[in-house]
């Protein structure tokens, strides 16, 4: 159905893929697969393949369409909407340079900054695994005089370092929202994560539901998201270490581990 079918092998036709003869017969999708990974390497079938996914889902659109809103095949159409999501998909390659109250070339200080008195702000990290893509996502809120008032830490399972980053900054932002606080600055120390969730860009299909339940806390809240330097998040990165070796108690927040006592201190002498 999606490659064999003569209105599908025009669509196959118009993206410049014509590969499918030795689907054929006996012929199967795992075989050609490996085929192509042979005679193409590995990073270059990977992405070959991912485009090949992607217009397949396209073909799958249409054929729905059809079988259920009765619509007329047209390989055309289709080719068109596969050409606009792969501009689109191209534009994320470059991380934008954003305008925000705190640019990311600003953020100098390898000291974490406590928010004016009377206000609160929420840092967020992630910790991985050498191996398998289980980690663990953590978020923790801080009044003005360095102290914990509430935090939160999350079993993650994820694709990429970049997933499990915004992982951490979507739950830095429903923490935020399920408390009721609004005008809360949300740091990260991963930048890509900051600027995808602060611009308009089209963000990469991986992670885009991510970015995007991102863009509508911050939007709802009127959370301000800032990337930091990684040495002024010693505090997230300690949880989210903890919470990876299984070490991180279930009242860290009101009765923090020794380990991060020391973090927190460390801030709080280095302010005084």
Request: aromatic share 8%.
């Amino acid at each position: 159905m999606l490659f064999l079918c003569p209105w599908a092998n025009m669509v196959w036709f118009g993206c410049n893929i014509k590969p499918f003869g030795n689907l054929r017969g006996n012929g199967s999708a795992v075989k050609w697969t490996d085929d192509m990974v042979k005679v193409l390497g590995t990073n270059k079938a990977t992405e070959f393949m991912g485009r090949v996914a992607a217009i397949a889902w396209h073909i799958w659109k249409g054929r729905n369409d059809f079988v259920f809103k009765k619509g007329a095949v047209n390989p055309q159409r289709t080719v068109d909407s596969i050409r606009h999501m792969e501009r689109e998909i191209s534009t994320t390659h470059v991380i934008p340079t954003v305008q925000m109250d705190n640019p990311l070339n600003q953020e100098e200080t390898s000291t974490w900054r406590a928010p004016d008195v009377g206000r609160l702000k929420a840092n967020c990290d992630v910790a991985l695994p050498k191996s398998g893509k289980k980690g663990k996502a953590v978020a923790m809120i801080r009044n003005w005089k360095g102290k914990m008032m509430e935090g939160v830490a999350r079993s993650v399972h994820i694709a990429s370092s970049l997933g499990g980053e915004l992982y951490a900054i979507r739950a830095a932002c429903e923490m935020l929202l399920s408390l009721g606080l609004k005008e809360v600055e949300v740091e990260s120390d991963n930048k890509q994560a900051i600027a995808l969730s602060v611009s308009e860009l089209v963000p990469p299909w991986s992670v885009r539901a991510l970015v995007m339940d991102i863009r509508e806390f911050a939007k709802e809240g009127a959370l301000i998201l800032k990337w930091m330097r990684r040495l002024a998040n010693k505090a997230a990165h300690e949880v989210a270490s903890l919470a990876l070796r299984n070490s991180l108690p279930c009242n860290w927040v009101f009765n923090p581990p020794t380990s991060l006592v020391t973090v927190l201190e460390n801030y709080i002498n280095g302010s005084l």
